[in-house]
T-cell receptor, first 113, second 113 residues
Framework: GAGVSQSPSNKVTEKGKDVELRCDPI?????LYWYRQSLGQGLEFLIY????????KSGLPSDRFSAERTGGSVSTLTIQRTQQEDSAVYLC???????????FGEGSRLTVL | GENVEQHPSTLSVQEGDSAVIKCTYS??????FPWYKQELGKRPQLIID?????GEKKDQRIAVTLNKTAKHFSLHITETQPEDSAVYFC????????????FGAGTRLAVHP
C-alpha cells in the first residue's frame, strides 16, 4: 500500500464494551508501533513489534489492553471493558528497521461514552 | 529509566524570528534522534534526524544539534514562517530490547505574522 492504513478512523463505544483497532503497515516494514495521543497531548508509547521477536509491551497502561501482529504484517490493538479515560487517538506507525523514519497512519479516534 | 524531556511546551514567535526547542534523554546508548512535526488534525511527519556520529545537521531553515556528553539535542528553525506553526516532537530510542522510540511531550509553536 501507499502508506500506513488504520481502521476504523472513528469509533464511538459505550463504557464496558470491547474495541478492536486495526493497523496495516507499509509492506516490508519490520517495525510496528502503537502510540496513544490524548487531546492536545503527546505521543504515549504503548507497544512495539520488531520482526519476529516478542513485542515490547511495556507501555500498555493496563491488562485491558493487548495487541498482536499476525504474519509480521497487520496488527490489531484490543481494548477490553473500555473506560472513559481510554478516549484518545490511537496512532500506528511502521518503519523499515530498528532506527529509521516512522510512517504514521491517520489514527483511530476512540470515544468512550 | 526511559525518558525524553522536551522544553518549552509552548513557544510563540514573530514571523522571521528563530525558534529553538530542546530535548534531553536518559539512555546514553541512544544513537538516533529524530524530530517530527504534527500540524493540526494531521499525522506526525519526520522533518529531520541526526545520528550520534555527527554533531549538527542542516536542511534549509531547520537544523538539529546533538551533544552526546550532555545527552541533549536541539531543533533550530530560522526565519520562521506561519506555516511552521505546529506541534514538534523530539524522540530517542531506548535500548534494553529493540530500541523502541520514545517521544518527548511536544512543543506547540505559534508563528505570528
Amino acid at each position: 500500500g501507499a502508506g500506513v492504513s488504520q481502521s476504523p478512523s472513528n469509533k464511538v463505544t459505550e463504557k464496558g464494551k470491547d474495541v478492536e483497532l486495526r493497523c496495516d503497515p507499509i509492506s516490508g516494514h519490520t517495525a510496528l508501533y502503537w502510540y496513544r495521543q490524548s487531546l492536545g497531548q503527546g505521543l504515549e508509547f504503548l507497544i512495539y513489534f520488531q520482526g519476529n521477536s516478542a513485542p515490547d509491551k511495556s507501555g500498555l497502561p493496563s491488562d485491558r489492553f493487548s495487541a498482536e501482529r499476525t504474519g509480521g504484517s497487520v496488527s490489531t490493538l484490543t481494548i477490553q471493558r473500555t473506560q472513559q479515560e481510554d478516549s484518545a487517538v490511537y496512532l500506528c506507525a511502521s518503519s523499515e528497521g530498528v532506527t529509521g523514519e516512522l510512517f504514521f497512519g491517520e489514527g483511530s479516534r476512540l470515544t468512550v461514552l | 529509566g526511559e525518558n525524553v524531556e522536551q522544553h518549552p511546551s509552548t513557544l510563540s514567535v514573530q514571523e522571521g524570528d528563530s525558534a529553538v526547542i530542546k530535548c534531553t534523554y536518559s539512555d546514553s546508548a541512544s544513537n538516533y534522534f529524530p524530530w517530527y512535526k504534527q500540524e493540526l488534525g494531521k499525522r506526525p511527519q519526520l522533518i529531520i534526524d541526526i545520528r550520534s556520529n555527527v554533531g549538527e545537521k542542516k536542511d534549509q531553515r531547520i537544523a538539529v544539534t546533538l551533544n552526546k556528553t550532555a545527552k541533549h539535542f536541539s531543533l533550530h528553525i530560522t526565519e520562521t514562517q506561519p506555516e511552521d506553526s505546529a506541534v514538534y516532537f523530539c524522540a530517542a530510542p531506548f535500548s534494553g530490547g529493540y530500541n523502541k522510540l520514545i517521544f518527548g511531550a511536544g512543543t506547540r509553536l505559534a508563528v505570528h505574522p
